[in-house]
Nanobody, 127 residues
Framework: QVQLVESGGGLVQAGGSLRLSCAASGRTFSRSPMGWFRQVPGKEREFVAAISGTGGNTYYSQSMKGRFTITRDNAKNTVYLEMNTLEPEDTAVYYC????????????????????WGQGTQVTVSS
């Protein structure tokens, strides 16, 4: 069983930045594809970004590409989401997700590919 704990959310003005962290338990973190999703009340959860186990491959939703950066530190069992030039439309609960251990370059893009989820952290961007 893997537990994920997000942190770093909060209130920020438009144009500002935040860095989210997701700390994972378990000994197989470095072989697990990781991802970030977000959800606004009343809407479906939306893919944000994904990173492979080694960190060598990343993929972003088109609307966040260039503003968000996903990274990981396997020594710390942590994945990060750096968010810059935030817009009010980025307001959401952000969730970290982990896939089951697989080959090092794997990327997962859809919710169904992820097995473990964090509890979410609220990000609010004021205009």
């Amino acid at each position: 069983q893997v537990q994920l704990v997000e942190s770093g959310g909060g209130l920020v003005q438009a144009g500002g930045s935040l860095r989210l962290s997701c700390a994972a338990s378990g000994r197989t973190f470095s072989r697990s594809p990781m991802g970030w999703f977000r959800q606004v009340p009343g809407k479906e959860r939306e893919f944000v970004a994904a990173i492979s186990g080694t960190g060598g491959n990343t993929y972003y939703s088109q609307s966040m590409k260039g503003r968000f950066t996903i990274t990981r530190d396997n020594a710390k069992n942590t994945v990060y989401l750096e968010m810059n030039t935030l817009e009010p439309e980025d307001t959401a609960v952000y969730y970290c997700a982990a896939g089951r251990p697989t080959y090092p370059a794997a990327l997962y893009y859809s919710e169904s590919e992820y097995t473990y989820w964090g509890q979410g952290t609220q990000v609010t961007v004021s205009s």
